[in-house]
């Protein structure tokens, strides 16, 4: 079966309109003697299920490698007194109801937040997230603050959201349209493609790049002792050094700054400051995450870098809950 062969010219006249829109995209074909009856774009696929007499959704569930072409014309003939038209709109009005509840919920209970806005070029300093709570997270954002924009014009912007566990969000004109379209709470199946494309001009509201004003950072004076400890001694054999500096999480008192302002430490209970570069920040929840992180830092250094760290500390941060680890760069 092809569905570039149904692929024709029809001039639309007013006496074809609703026709036309109806049949868009759609095809019948059999599959043993089945008859199906799918629309390709909306990816909805309906059988028509003899002993019910009425169209059935099987868009998930239905191996097509077998399918055959049926003939539109004749099954227009065949389904006169019962054909598949109201089905794919209920299909659609349960593919809405499905959105709304999983938008809805997702952001009442989603446990991140966007925390601001920073340039894409900064996006460097820190890890991406695709996951669906950050996805969420930036509809809430849009939606709290009253955002107003397409994604193409997003997309001039140069900007990416930054949630709380200090990860960003990278949205593509199409993805940044669906998040519009859901803040707007439009969820439609193909809503996203009102908001992707095209320019708002009346009531534009975008988002700005957010710098926070913290240029320093306050830590446990014997983690600084334990810096002291190893530098000199590796200055001998690399021309870069990596220090992993562990600090707790606390959900209710973040660490909201951007991280390029950053270029101090102060120790506690103390006037003593170590003047340094933070080049990423990372959240970790568990050995095993930081165990991959690591990997990956790794992966991505020259030879004559060297990493260095205190397992200890490390390890007892994680094991009190999620803990931040900055990448301090001691050339």
């Given at each position: 079966?092809?569905?570039?062969?149904?692929?024709?010219?029809?001039?639309?006249?007013?006496?074809?309109?609703?026709?036309?829109?109806?049949?868009?995209?759609?095809?019948?074909?059999?599959?043993?003697?089945?008859?199906?009856?799918?629309?390709?774009?909306?990816?909805?696929?309906?059988?028509?299920?003899?002993?019910?007499?009425?169209?059935?959704?099987?868009?998930?569930?239905?191996?097509?490698?077998?399918?055959?072409?049926?003939?539109?014309?004749?099954?227009?003939?065949?389904?006169?007194?019962?054909?598949?038209?109201?089905?794919?709109?209920?299909?659609?009005?349960?593919?809405?109801?499905?959105?709304?509840?999983?938008?809805?919920?997702?952001?009442?209970?989603?446990?991140?937040?966007?925390?601001?806005?920073?340039?894409?070029?900064?996006?460097?300093?820190?890890?991406?997230?695709?996951?669906?709570?950050?996805?969420?997270?930036?509809?809430?954002?849009?939606?709290?603050?009253?955002?107003?924009?397409?994604?193409?014009?997003?997309?001039?912007?140069?900007?990416?959201?930054?949630?709380?566990?200090?990860?960003?969000?990278?949205?593509?004109?199409?993805?940044?349209?669906?998040?519009?379209?859901?803040?707007?709470?439009?969820?439609?199946?193909?809503?996203?493609?009102?908001?992707?494309?095209?320019?708002?001009?009346?009531?534009?509201?975008?988002?700005?790049?957010?710098?926070?004003?913290?240029?320093?950072?306050?830590?446990?004076?014997?983690?600084?002792?334990?810096?002291?400890?190893?530098?000199?001694?590796?200055?001998?054999?690399?021309?870069?050094?990596?220090?992993?500096?562990?600090?707790?999480?606390?959900?209710?008192?973040?660490?909201?700054?951007?991280?390029?302002?950053?270029?101090?430490?102060?120790?506690?209970?103390?006037?003593?400051?170590?003047?340094?570069?933070?080049?990423?920040?990372?959240?970790?929840?568990?050995?095993?995450e930081f165990d991959a992180s690591l990997s990956r830092l790794e992966d991505e250094i020259e030879e004559d870098t060297i990493i260095k760290y205190n397992?200890?500390?490390?390890?007892?941060?994680?094991?009190?809950?999620?803990?931040?680890?900055?990448?301090?760069e001691m050339a």
């Open positions: 079966m092809s569905k570039q062969d149904k692929i024709e010219f029809i001039k639309i006249t007013d006496d074809n309109f609703e026709d036309v829109v109806k049949y868009n995209s759609k095809l019948f074909f059999t599959i043993d003697e089945e008859i199906y009856c799918e629309d390709y774009v909306l990816n909805i696929i309906l059988h028509f299920d003899k002993k019910e007499n009425k169209w059935v959704d099987v868009s998930l569930d239905l191996d097509v490698s077998n399918a055959k072409d049926y003939d539109f014309d004749k099954a227009l003939e065949d389904f006169s007194s019962n054909p598949p038209w109201d089905a794919f709109d209920e299909v659609l009005e349960k593919r809405r109801n499905d959105n709304s509840y999983v938008t809805e919920n997702n952001i009442k209970n989603n446990p991140r937040k966007v925390i601001g806005w920073i340039n894409v070029t900064h996006a460097y300093y820190f890890l991406e997230d695709d996951s669906d709570e950050g996805f969420y997270a930036v509809v809430k954002n849009i939606r709290d603050n009253g955002y107003n924009l397409t994604g193409m014009q997003y997309g001039n912007l140069d900007l990416v959201p930054l949630l709380d566990n200090h990860k960003y969000v990278r949205l593509s004109s199409r993805s940044f349209g669906a998040a519009m379209a859901l803040a707007n709470k439009n969820y439609e199946q193909m809503g996203y493609a009102l908001y992707a494309f095209g320019w708002v001009e009346e009531g534009l509201k975008v988002p700005y790049e957010t710098i926070y004003g913290i240029n320093e950072i306050i830590v446990d004076k014997d983690k600084y002792i334990d810096i002291e400890s190893v530098i000199p001694i590796d200055y001998d054999f690399a021309n870069h050094i990596i220090y992993l500096l562990s600090i707790p999480y606390h959900k209710d008192d973040l660490f909201q700054f951007a991280i390029y302002n950053i270029n101090k430490i102060r120790l506690s209970n103390s006037d003593e400051v170590i003047y340094t570069n933070i080049s990423k920040i990372m959240q970790v929840s568990s050995l095993e397992a200890d500390f490390i390890k007892e941060d994680i094991k009190h809950g999620t803990t931040s680890i900055l990448f301090l």
